[in-house]
């Protein structure tokens, strides 16, 4: 699969980014910010010792900024979630989204500023998410920071969603390239040897939806957005929340593409599978408008729990391939998570299990992290600035690039994974 298409989400996920395509969404002529970005330099003509980046996220429902230095300090950060508008109406809605980011994006920003100490002065470059992500949410955070880095003369730092995720472990662990990286989150899960900043080789990735999506989809079917317990959480922390008093053996789902010897993953037919075992017990316990089945809890640990493994058996055959392959040398054995849905303590708990199993060690950004936040931009913006990658004075032709697929090398070495005992 092209790498074109592994970053293209349905009809609202911007795909790529070109001069037209941003003139659109910005409805801006792009020759004015051409002009002015190719005069400035890294530092704006200012001699800065210690490189600091604003870091600016609007990819999906959560607006988040961050000022971060080149130590990992983060000097200050601002995040305004949206998840409490998105559950009372049953999903995001991204005219919505576009909505929520307009009207929090300078406020965030300029509480991550202050709150870091430093003016926009001693800010070496803008980073912002520019792909892949919803086409109007992305469109709020890159027309502010353009408009950002032309008032203060800036050079801008475009960055990949998904890369950012998997470099974040990087500010918080001493993990060096390469590394091999699980990302598991609302709208992507992918597999990939991270060999050096914007240097990834893809081994896998879902075919239809991904696994947060599917425990939001459940989690909307048992209609936990209104369950006591589970008041205003994403609907991986309600199903993770109720799964630890339920019962993981009460129910049995198929494991997805256990056929397959690749490390391609698949969340809609077990999420089908799901929602039609929650149908059938509401009919078997006749259940009026506003109840709750009595079998959640055992209906999330199941769900947990086949998601789960369908997940580590997947990046157990990813370990396999790159011990046989050599990708990763001997010694620097490290499996790094990350995502939202790498946030829930069931989901690390079993991937613990596979590590030690496998002489891997692994290693995860702390929950907040995880999720949605400007930490991460900021951050892969450091990366690249250290790198020297991807620094635009120039946005016709910016892009945000990521790496090479080998999902068909995978699939052709065709390895048998071991059965591994996960029930934890
Ligand atoms: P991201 O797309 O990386 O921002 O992650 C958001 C996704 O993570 C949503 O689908 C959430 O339901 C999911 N999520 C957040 N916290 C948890 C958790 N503790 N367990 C499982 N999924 C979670
Ligand atoms: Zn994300």
Request: glycine share 8%.
């Amino acid at each position: 699969m092209a790498l074109a298409q592994f970053l293209f989400r349905g009809p609202y996920f911007l795909k790529s980014l070109t001069a037209t395509s941003l003139g659109r969404m910005l409805k801006t002529p792009i020759c004015s910010w051409n002009n002015y970005l190719r005069k400035v330099s890294v530092h704006g003509g200012k001699s800065i010792s210690t490189k600091i980046v604003l870091g600016i996220e609007t990819s999906c429902d959560d607006t988040g900024a961050a000022v971060v230095d080149e130590t990992g300090s983060i000097l200050g950060e601002a995040l305004h979630s949206q998840t409490d508008v998105h559950l009372k109406t049953g999903g995001i809605i991204p005219p919505v989204a576009q909505q929520l980011h307009q009207e929090n994006i300078a406020r965030i920003v300029q509480h991550a500023v202050s709150a870091s100490g430093v003016s926009m002065e001693d800010i070496s470059a803008v980073a912002t998410t520019v792909m892949p992500g919803l086409a109007l949410s992305l469109g709020i955070g890159l027309k502010y920071s353009l408009e950002l880095v032309k008032k203060h003369r800036k050079p801008f730092i475009p960055i990949h969603h998904m890369e950012a995720h998997a470099l974040t472990v990087r500010l918080t662990n001493l993990v060096t390239f390469p590394f091999l990286v699980l990302l598991l989150s609302g709208g992507h899960c992918i597999l990939a040897v991270a060999q050096g900043v914007s240097d990834f080789l893809l081994l896998g990735q879902t075919k239809d939806i991904a696994p947060g999506d599917m425990l939001d989809k459940v989690a909307r079917s048992l209609s936990l957005h209104n369950h006591p317990e589970c008041s205003g959480m994403t609907g991986g922390r309600a199903i993770e929340t109720l799964a630890q008093q339920g019962n993981i053996l009460r129910y049995k789902f198929t494991i997805p593409m256990q056929r397959y010897r690749d490390c391609t993953f698949s969340f809609a037919g077990l999420r089908s599978e799901i929602t039609r075992k929650i149908s059938k017990e509401e009919k078997e316990e006749g259940l009026q408008e506003g109840q709750h089945l009595s079998c959640i809890p055992d209906l999330a640990a199941a769900s947990l729990y086949t998601m789960t493994v369908h997940i580590a058996e997947r990046t157990h055959r990813a370990i396999l391939f790159c011990k046989e392959k050599g990708i990763i040398p001997p010694g620097k054995e490290t499996l790094v998570v990350s995502g939202g849905v790498a946030s829930n303590q069931y989901v690390r708990r079993s991937l613990q299990l596979l590590a030690d199993a496998t002489n891997f060690t692994l290693v995860c950004p702390p929950p907040r992290l995880c999720t949605d936040n400007g930490v991460m931009i900021a951050w892969n913006g450091i990366e690249k600035l250290s790198a020297g990658l991807d620094i635009f004075y120039n946005v016709e032709h910016f892009r945000a690039p990521l790496g090479t697929d080998i999902s068909e090398q995978v699939k052709e070495a065709f390895i048998k994974v071991p059965a591994l005992n996960l029930a934890v």
